[in-house]
């Protein structure tokens, strides 16, 4: 038993766990045609459980955890092999893709400020909040350095990233959204690496719009975002 209390204090147990819940969901459902059986959303709840179940720390989780999170960037930077692909599309629309994203930034930004508004929510969990269109590997360190928590980001963000991958398509064939290009974009806008990965699922072209809008609201949030709080007052 004490050996086994030692593994639990080591990276190698989060990094295990992760990864090992993450291969167990995505072969279990490989084949599953509805978005709803999401890994993600099975690991995070399977993960979850066992901590309690077992009394293990959280603290001792997040030392494997630190390890991944730490490979986020790289991870989001091989997203251009696909853009890469797509460029001359890009290149021909360049003017209503870039508005749409910045568009797209601007409601998530002050639609996350009115909500904290009008929940009377304090100033940590309104910063918190505001960077939860972009991809976690930037809204943690985004809402640190303008004094939000890091752990409510990361929860912020996969809300809106598990939400939107098993909503987001519905939304647009309701709606009536029927470009490749378009829904590329709105789902790697509004639902970052969980939006690329559905857009992935749907085709080439709408994974790529999809990859870039998730870079690009990435660089135009963290520029964007101190200026809202200035501006709003948060």
Known sequence: MADWRLLL????????????MMVFYTRLFKHARSPLLNPLLFSIASIIGLLLAAGIPYESYEKGGAVLSFFLGPAIVSLAVPLYRQFDRLKANALPIFAGIIAGVVVSLSSAVLLARLFQLSRELTVSLMPLGTTSAISMNLAQMQGGD??????FVNVAGISGYMMSVKVLDAVKVTNPAARGIALGNTSHAMGTKRGFELGEEEGAM????LSITAVV??????????????
């Open 150 to 155: 890091r752990a409510l980001t990361m929860f």
């Open 210 to 213: 999809a990859s870039l809008a």
């Open 221 to 234: 949030t963290t520029v964007m975002m101190p200026l809202f709080i200035r501006l709003l007052g948060v």
């Open 9 to 20: 204090v080591t990276p190698l147990f989060g990094v295990s766990l992760t990864i090992g």
